[in-house]
T-cell receptor
Framework: DAGITQSPRHKVTETGTPVTLRCHQTENHRYMYWYRQDPGHGLRLIHYSYGVKDTDKGEVSDGYSVSRSKTEDFLLTLESATSSQTSVYFC????????????FGPGTRLTVL | GNSVTQMEGPVTLSEEAFLTINCTYTATGYPSLFWYVQYPGEGLQLLLKATKADDKGSNKGFEATYRKETTSFHLEKGSVQVSDSAVYFCALGDIQGAQKLVFGQGTRLTINP
């Protein structure tokens, strides 16, 4: 299994609070991704990174920010959580040229009350 | 933009039945196509892929053929097992700009003994 961990695995928070999710990899892969999974929507890309300090927006980036200061860590921050951000969040990694052969972490279940 | 449409679930079959999960796509150019599988409580993992028209991807008894004329990539298995119970996602590799995956909504498959 690819070495990808996510923390925390479960979190319950209140509306308006900041939340940071962490993705850590031991594979030295260049690309890292954050997705959210919601019923009826499959997985939707939030943000991705193509190198240290190089990030870009995905399909559903509003309300989220990311940072990547080291190859192995990719952080997702909800500056002020809302109930619509209740979801399961997955991190993934890949290495060029096989960008689309992505390896996924175990997920973080976030509930915003 | 690029999109993927999968057959509505959930799908329930008996062990040893034949499986088909339909997937069609809309894309500009010639994207790569993928099937990912998500077992209960886990992240997604790549099941199979096809990179050009008429390619057949196969793995663990599952097959899918890249049909450009019908813009389809249907997943098939001749004899399913209880252990195949999972959520299956069809995806395409977005070839515009950065390499990103676009996922279908997922199809939940349950196999009864």
């Amino acid at each position: 299994d690819a070495g990808i961990t996510q923390s925390p695995r479960h979190k319950v928070t209140e509306t308006g609070t900041p939340v940071t999710l962490r993705c850590h990899q031991t594979e030295n892969h260049r690309y890292m991704y954050w997705y959210r999974q919601d019923p009826g929507h499959g997985l939707r890309l939030i943000h991705y990174s193509y190198g240290v300090k190089d990030t870009d927006k995905g399909e559903v980036s509003d309300g989220y920010s990311v940072s990547r200061s080291k190859t192995e860590d990719f952080l997702l921050t909800l500056e002020s959580a809302t109930s619509s951000q209740t979801s399961v969040y997955f991190c993934a990694i890949s290495e060029p040229p096989e960008y689309n052969e992505q390896f996924f972490g175990p997920g973080t279940r976030l509930t915003v009350l | 933009g690029n999109s993927v449409t999968q057959m509505e679930g959930p799908v329930t079959l008996s062990e040893e039945a034949f499986l088909t999960i339909n997937c069609t796509y809309t894309a500009t150019g010639y994207p790569s196509l993928f099937w990912y599988v998500q077992y209960p409580g886990e992240g997604l993992q790549l099941l199979l892929k096809a990179t050009k028209a008429d390619d057949k991807g196969s793995n663990k008894g599952f097959e899918a053929t890249y049909r450009k004329e019908t813009t389809s990539f249907h997943l098939e298995k001749g004899s399913v097992q209880v252990s195949d119970s999972a959520v299956y996602f069809c995806a395409l590799g977005d070839i515009q700009g950065a390499q990103k995956l676009v996922f279908g909504q997922g199809t939940r498959l349950t196999i009864n003994p």
